[in-house]
């Protein structure tokens, strides 16, 4: 068997070691990638095969095959979890989760002395090991800008450098520059939820999705198809709900195949702040 040499090797490629593996080759570095379950593509995705993907999960471990056992203590009895919902491909979770896709509010950044200003050094346990960051949301914003702009991020954009748009978030930290998509339509049971929270005094917005709301560098915007794990329009829900291939809408189609109908979330979720 071939020994191959390589200058960096990542045991997993989700969401982070993905990003990891590009951004390293784009350093010129030689990256070898490894990952347990398959490579899926657009072919296998294309029957919408619900009963293979969302009942029988196929896209998550197999917990008879690769079981996880918990226990509350170390003289109890483990027992085995029936399901496992993180990623056993190609993508890890990318693959299958809701695609949305918040930033850390500043405070966040500041768990342990955010916690002692609001409430005092005594709701803090001796023993806990709540710490603060070693960095700020301000040291991360360029990186969150870069990362929404690769990927396609839809959404609208409620603090643009300290200025509070209507439409948006209104309590998130400042950012740079608008999403670089549009929010996902919103569907009837959306509307009607908007509708209502505002007659209330809410202000009710789109949360921000890693999905294409409309063509992207290459990319084929989401077609709303509904094949998305029980989708809004099926379900009364206005939730953007995940796919088996919503990691179709984070990479470029390749120029030797056609674009396929997006097979992902066919709504924005509506949140009141």
């Not at 294309?46 to 095959?65: G, H, I, S, T, V």
């Not at 960095?135 to 990362?147: G, H, N, R, V």
């Not at 290459?218 to 995940?242: L, V």
Request: net charge positive; aromatic share 8%; charged share 25%.
């Amino acid at each position: 068997m071939a020994t191959e040499k390589t200058e960096v090797v990542i045991v997993g490629v989700g969401a982070a070691g993905a990003v990891l593996a590009a951004e390293l080759t784009k350093a010129g570095l030689k990256v070898t990638a490894l990952e347990r379950g398959p490579r899926h593509t657009t072919a296998d995705f294309a029957p919408q095969d619900e009963l293979r993907f969302f009942q029988r999960q196929d896209l998550r471990p197999d917990p008879k095959r690769q079981p996880v056992t918990w226990r509350p203590s170390p003289k109890a009895r483990a027992t085995p979890l029936r399901s496992l919902s993180y990623g056993n491909q190609v993508g890890g979770g990318t693959v299958h989760y809701g695609a949305v896709s918040w930033r850390f509010h500043e405070d966040d950044f500041r768990a342990r002395s955010h916690t002692i200003e609001r409430y005092g050094e005594a709701a803090i346990p001796a023993d806990s090991s709540l710490a603060d960051w070693p960095l700020s949301y301000a040291d991360l914003e360029p990186f969150y800008d870069k990362a929404e702009y690769e990927i396609g991020v839809s959404g609208k954009a409620g603090n643009l450098l300290g200025q509070k748009i209507a439409g948006g978030n209104p309590f998130e930290a400042p950012r740079r520059r608008d999403y670089p998509l549009p929010p996902l339509q919103t569907d009837q049971s959306g509307a009607l939820f908007d509708e209502a929270a505002r007659k209330l005094g809410y202000r009710p917005f789109s949360a921000p999705h890693a999905i294409i709301s409309q063509a992207y560098r290459g990319r084929p915007g989401c077609t709303y198809c509904g094949f998305c794990q029980g989708s809004a329009a099926m379900s009364g829900r206005s939730r953007a709900r995940s796919s088996a291939c919503c990691r179709r809408r984070m990479r470029p189609a390749t120029s030797s195949s056609s674009p396929a109908p997006c097979a992902i979330a066919s709504t924005a979720t509506i949140t009141v702040a």
